[in-house]
């Protein structure tokens, strides 16, 4: 499977972006948003089970949704109210969904930037 990720940009704080991860597969699998700030570790900021379960990390709950479309086997993560801090080059994995928790698998797309301006 390959994992195609897309829509990073700049944008103004405030601002909103949308980035898709489009799988080579058609079967609905978990996935993750990760994200990894330059001198940070990289950290999951959502991810959604293969039905509509959904976690988010603390700083972005409320500002970030994680949904998908399975027509177009695609996970989505719709950000507004963009902050600085979300400043980061973000990943999509693909992985497992064990009782109500996401588990980080080892397919990786690529890194789309985002970049905020304050």
């Known amino acids: 499977v390959q994992l195609q990720a897309s829509g990073g940009g700049l944008v103004q704080a405030g601002g909103s972006l949308r980035l898709s991860c489009t799988s080579s597969e058609s079967s609905a699998e978990a996935v993750g948003w990760h994200r990894q700030a330059p001198g940070k570790q990289r950290e999951l900021v959502a991810a959604i089970s293969p039905g509509t379960r959904t976690n988010y990390e603390g700083s972005v709950n409320g500002r970030f949704t994680i949904f998908r479309e399975n027509a177009q086997n695609t996970v989505y993560l719709r950000m507004t109210a963009l902050k600085p801090e979300d400043t980061a080059v973000y990943y999509c994995?693909?992985?497992?969904?064990?009782?109500?928790?996401?588990?980080?698998?080892?397919?990786w797309g690529q890194g789309t930037l985002v970049t905020v301006s304050s």
């Open positions: 994995n693909q992985g497992d969904w064990l009782g109500t928790r996401y588990v980080e698998g080892t397919t």
